[in-house]
């Protein structure tokens, strides 16, 4: 019954609470990265939803279009502008997301939505994360910044899946809400691979 019906509604009635309340700091970063970021104040990008559906994730641009002399985008180290590491720090430019939860592309607790290139390198109990809706921030998330890998995170994904209820959808919800307090130990955004890196991890799941 929570995960069909009370989860849903949790979180129209959260996001739209957050929206609120955080309208303010939402007017002000927008209107901030019109000058940082040349009018292009949000980021959108694929990602796979519920069932591996692909919706459009919504989050404050952390980083410029700057790019090379034969038009290829800098690294994401020389794009990011310190504005955006405050608020990639703080957690900041995940605000715009409260969004995709309150129009039911996400949740606010489930397994963080990935690259929709990865799709193909996930083991078959893996892929068990797209069964339910990704979410802002997760019991991976909450379990350690950079003290757990790939495989660690993902397993975490399916313990999330395998044991979803109030209790830990509570739980995840005040870990996160105490770890952005404290602006330490907690990772919402996600590493990015590299081709080779999923090379490699298509290998070592063979």
């Not at 959260?14 to 929206?19: D, E, K, M």
């Not at 952390?62 to 608020?87: H, I, Q, V």
């Not at 979803?164 to 870990?175: G, Y």
Request: glycine share 4%; charged share 25%.
């Amino acid at each position: 019954m929570y995960k069909t019906i009370f989860k849903r509604i949790i979180d129209i009635i959260l996001s739209a609470i957050g929206l609120v309340l955080l309208a303010p700091a939402f007017v002000s970063i927008y209107i901030c990265l019109m000058f940082y970021n040349n009018a292009k104040p949000l980021f959108f990008q694929r990602r796979p939803g519920k069932n591996e559906k692909i919706f459009k994730i919504m989050k404050f641009k952390t980083m410029t279009d700057k790019k090379d002399a034969n038009g290829e985008l800098l690294p994401d180290a020389m794009r990011t502008t310190r504005f955006g590491s405050f608020l990639r720090k703080t957690s900041l430019d995940e605000i715009p997301q409260l969004i995709n939860v309150l129009i039911g592309d996400m949740s606010l607790i489930g397994p963080r939505p990935l690259r929709v290139r990865y799709l193909p390198y996930y083991t078959k109990e893996e892929k068990i994360r797209h069964t339910v809706k990704p979410g802002i921030t997760g019991l991976a998330q909450v379990s350690g910044r950079n003290a757990i890998g790939w495989d660690e995170k993902l397993q975490k994904d399916i313990e999330y899946v395998n044991n979803l209820s109030f209790t830990l959808d509570a739980s995840i919800f005040f870990k996160t809400l105490l770890k952005v307090i404290k602006s330490n130990d907690i990772e919402i955004s996600e590493t990015t691979l590299n081709f080779d890196e999923l090379r490699k991890l298509k290998q070592n799941k063979k």
